[in-house]
């Protein structure tokens, strides 16, 4: 097994290699100062703060690979991470949606052809205090809790931000539309989220699943013992299930997204090399380390009977 994961490992080490010495070979911009190349240089990219803690890790491994690369992450609400992607401010950005109709249709008027992958599945996690007796919800049940229409309204929903990602799936997804009820708030950062349901008895918190994992306990697949995370049942499902990558994979946990990279870079460089690194296999083991169902790799699921 060590002996796959090795070569593996080097094979995506040795593609991205090929792509930087190509890179290397190519013109320089109209200034005539080089480019920076797929394993070199420094770049600045935006990231959907809930996943911070996963793209950390991963900038932390391959600038470690990479002795010449440097990207600076800065961390904001999905929407200015494509602000920014469309105002050239960032060349990559990681967010939970590709690209709308409405913004292909902008680069080609501008005849410019963005890249855009799919790398993860992540599980939107909802969270409340140990104390609540609401730890099993059906779908039905979470949306009326989210658009508003539960009969005892006595959750108190908290996201990260009011213009974050998960807000804009619950609308979007969940709600189909509907504005979200009077009694959500915003608790600015994702920690805060959990602090504040952790000390609230009636909240009801809304997060993505890396927030509450724990990438350095290999043996577990338990979550932050902080707070409890909600089992749910699918429209058509027969178990209450948590966040468990193997449910998010199947479907059997309803509430789950993509995890995204859209690159605008005219050239193969550091946006190029970093985006393609998060596609390999280490950087999707670093992935499922983070407990989001990784979209790049060929994984198997068997029936196992435990004695």
Known sequence: MMTRIMKRSQIAVMSLAVAALLASCGPANKSGVEHDTPTAGTIRISVDETYRPLMEAEIKV??????????????????????????????????????????????????????????AWDGVALITNRSNPDSILTMDQVREIMDGSDSTQKHQIVFDNQNSSTVRYVRDSINKGKPLPPNVMAAKTNPEVVDYVAKMKNAIGVI????????NDSTSIEFTNKVQVVKVRADYGSEFVKPYQAYIALGSYQLKRGLFYCLKEPYSGLGSGFATFLGSYEGQMIIAKFRLFPARLNVVFREANIK
């Open 62 to 119: 391959f600038e470690s690979l990479y002795k010449n690369a440097h990207i600076i992450a800065e961390y904001k609400p999905e929407a200015d991470c494509f602000k920014d992607l469309l105002a050239d401010s960032s060349r990559l950005i990681f967010v939970t949606r590709d690209f709308s109709e409405q913004e292909k249709a902008y680069f080609k008027e501008l005849k410019v052809t963005p890249q855009s992958l799919l790398l």
């Open 208 to 215: 993505g699943v890396s927030w509450i994992s724990d990438p």
